[in-house]
């Protein structure tokens, strides 16, 4: 079974610092790897998507890397600003369990001004 | 251009009886997959549809089902409910599959009493 762990839970760090965020999971054999941003009570943004084949992807301030062999992807946020306080989750699409995404539990941030 | 719309907003049912929720996905997605949210088990997958047809299915008990019409709307319903299915449930389109990127609804949220 696909298990997809991201850590820290929390993170708090002052406006204009980069963040870090980091997901990993325990099997290689996946489609894809997703970065998602969900607001209190709103369901989930998509943020960047990385397909097995890539190594990296970029959006303006967003960059994620994603590393099969070793089971990890670490999202970078450039500048942060408040407006970025979110909880981050990383989904990955796996071979196992029949073509399904597995979700982890997320990191939640807060960028302080 | 729309997004995904999910009603109704907030739901609140008693155990033993059944719920239906409704997803409209963005116009042109043909595949729609709905995810439930909780605090203890956090974001997990539950089904995914694709021209009428449940393509995917995540680990979930027969009481929770669902279908999609021809004009790609989906619905899902849970029979029997219990304590334990209060959650947010949250729907997702996509273009094609899993295996691009998904747009969510901001979901709605199942108290069961």
């Known amino acids: 079974k696909q298990e997809v762990t991201q850590i820290p839970a929390a993170l708090s760090v002052p406006e204009g610092e980069n963040l870090v965020l980091n997901c990993s999971f325990t099997?290689?054999?996946?489609?894809?790897l997703q970065w998602f941003r969900q607001d209190p009570g709103k369901g989930l943004t998509s943020l960047l998507l990385?397909?097995?084949?890539?190594r990296e992807q970029t959006s303006g301030r967003l960059n994620a890397s994603l590393d099969k062999s070793s089971g990890r992807s670490t999202l970078y946020i450039a500048a942060s600003q408040p407006g970025d306080s979110a909880t981050y989750l990383c989904?990955?699409?796996?071979?196992?369990?029949?073509?399904?995404?597995?979700f982890g539990a997320g990191t939640t941030v807060t960028v302080r001004a | 251009k729309a997004g995904v719309t999910q009603t109704p907003r907030y739901l609140i049912k008693t155990r033993g009886q059944q719920v239906t929720l409704s997803c409209s996905p963005i116009s042109g997605h043909r595949s729609v997959s709905w995810y439930q949210q909780t605090p203890g088990q956090g974001l997990q997958f539950l089904f995914e549809?694709?021209?009428?047809?449940?393509?995917n299915k995540g680990n979930f008990p027969g009481r929770f089902s669902g279908r999609q019409f021809s004009n790609s709307r989906s619905e899902m319903n849970v029979s029997t409910l219990e304590l334990g299915d209060s959650a947010l449930y949250l729907c997702a389109s996509s273009f094609s599959d899993l295996n691009s990127p998904l747009h969510f609804g901001n979901g709605t949220r199942l108290t069961v009493t």
């Open positions: 990385i397909q097995s084949s890539q």
């Open positions: 099997d290689s054999a996946i489609y894809n």
């Open positions: 989904a990955v699409l796996g071979f196992i369990n029949d073509y399904k995404l597995s």
């Open positions: 549809y694709f021209s009428e047809t449940q393509r």
